[in-house]
């Protein structure tokens, strides 16, 4: 696990400080998921950007690159970081642990519980995923059924 604080205005001393602090918070939340899905996203690296959205793409807050195997975040006005990253990780175990079985599971859940959540099964997944891991929850993305598919995914 690699981090990058891309920031051109830091001294080398801040870019030390909030590297290791990123590092530090990275490690904590990464402990927070079984250990099947930590282990998509080693070899990873991770780079945090400033600003709402990501660099060159003002509709995203958070990208992953399979290819480069790079998860980029933002500082996205209305989601944690930690939020975002854990929603990157969630793309992941959508990619690679949700068989088909567990996505038609996850379509009935959502269609009984989306309401006025105008987003595809992935990304209501990965919102739910981000949401039963990250220390401050985001309440439209709050509803039990969703955290106990989540909870019961392969380990």
């Known amino acids: 696990m690699l981090i990058i604080i891309d920031t ?7 870019y030390f400080q909030e590297t290791t602090k990123a590092n530090g918070d990275l490690k904590k939340t990464l402990g927070k998921i079984p250990k099947a899905h930590r282990k998509l996203a ?9 600003g709402n959205a990501l660099k060159g793409d003002v509709e995203n807050i958070g990208e992953t690159d399979k290819d480069k195997k790079i998860i980029t975040v933002a500082a996205p006005w209305n ?9 990157e990780i969630a793309h992941l175990v959508w990619e690679n642990l949700m068989c088909r079985k567990l996505r038609k599971q996850w379509q009935t859940i959502i269609q009984q519980t989306k309401h006025k959540q ?27 059924s969703w955290e106990r598919f989540i909870r019961d995914l392969p380990r």
């Not at 051109?8 to 801040?14: D, S």
């Not at 080693?42 to 400033?50: I, R, T």
């Not at 989601?79 to 929603?87: K, M, V």
């Open 8 to 14: 051109l205005t830091m001294n080398f001393k801040t």
């Open 42 to 50: 080693a070899g990873y690296k991770f780079v945090y950007q400033d």
């Open 79 to 87: 989601y944690g970081r930690e939020y975002t990253t854990l929603h």
């Open 118 to 144: 105008n987003q595809g099964g992935e990304e209501l997944f990965c919102m739910a995923y981000a949401n039963t891991y990250a220390k401050n929850k985001i309440e439209i993305h709050t509803h039990p």
